[in-house]
Each structure stands twice: as C-alpha cells, then as structure tokens.
C-alpha cells in the first residue's frame, strides 16, 4: 500500500513516515499544499493524510482539486477542535478526519479502515482458501499455522487480497507498493511472488502471462 503524507510540520512529518514505513506502508511526503497536490494527482495512491493548515495551498483546496479528479481516500489533520471543520472536511470530500494532537495507533488504525474501505472489503480479515489474512495484525496464517512474510511479502499478498478478482498489472503494483525513495534493486515483485507461492502453496497467486497477478 502506497500513502502520502501531507504535513508541514518537518517533526510531526518525520515522525508519520517513520511509523507508517514501519508498518509497511510505502510512504511518499509532501510539505507544501501544492506539492502534495501534485503528487496526490500524480500517483495512485491509496490513502493521503493531509493536514489542513499548509502554506502555498491549504489542505481545504488540495481536497477539493483532488476531489475533482480522483477518489482518492483522504483524511484530513485538523489542529483545531472546532466541529465546522471537521463538518467542512466531510462535507469537501474528506473520507475521515483526525484532530491534533492525536495518537499514533488511532491514526494508524483509521489508515487501515480508509484502506479497506477504498477495496470496499469492510472486514479486517480477508481469506483466500486456507489462507487468513488478519489486516490488524498484519499476520498471516495457512491451515491454522502462522507464516512468516517479509513486510514487502505481506503488502504484496494484502493488495491482491483487497482487489481479489482484479488483474493487477506489475506496473500498478510497482505503484502501490513502493515508495519514491524506494531503490529500484528491492522492486522485485516476480521475486516476492515467488516465495509467498513457496510460503502459501502455488495456487493462491495466479499469473495472467503478459498482464499480472491475481488471486481468483
Ligand atoms: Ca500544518
């Protein structure tokens, strides 16, 4: 999963790429309005979080230009407690809102929600024959026994698991699973798709020659 962080705050930043890379995520940053908004159009993210005070463009205007384009899930840091904004968020398009200061878990947990909602799979735990998927966890089990992934491994197996029944082309996983900063040496996906086959059995991913991956 591919998200965008948009925040000026160079700590408050920092720290949010830290913790969301940590959970996995491929995380791109933004620290400007305009800048975010370039990106948030320029790639298929999955989620942005966007703070809402932002010089060159406030987080209100990149939602609503982005809203004009894309679906996107959006949710949207307000530093003040005052219910119009959040009223004005929801109201713009945003999918959720946070106000700050706020707890890391609660953010991380509302992330996985908008994720899940954006793949309309509304349940934490996706399972695909004898595999179970816990998306809270970030663990996965075959016949009831725990297996090991890499984090690359599980983002890998949760995207397809969350567009079950969908082609998905190597380039779009490229896309979703690997950041700007990423080295190009670690995107190898045909790699990542060999050992979940070797760690899940050879049927729970199935190539499309010529197109991509898919769990059926
Ligand atoms: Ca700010």
Redesign the pocket.
Known sequence: MRLLVI???PDLLAGLARALRKEGYAVDTAADGEDGLFKAEGADYDAVVL?V??PRLDGWTVLARLRARKRTPVLMLT?RDASTDRVRGLDGGADDYLVKPFDLPELLARVRALIRRGAHQPRPALTIGEVRIDTVARTVEHAGAVVPLTAREYALLEYLALHRGEVITRTALYEHLFGDEDSTLSNLIDVHVFNLRKKLGPDVIATRRGHGYVIA
């Open positions: 925040e000026d705050e703070d005070m932002l530093a």
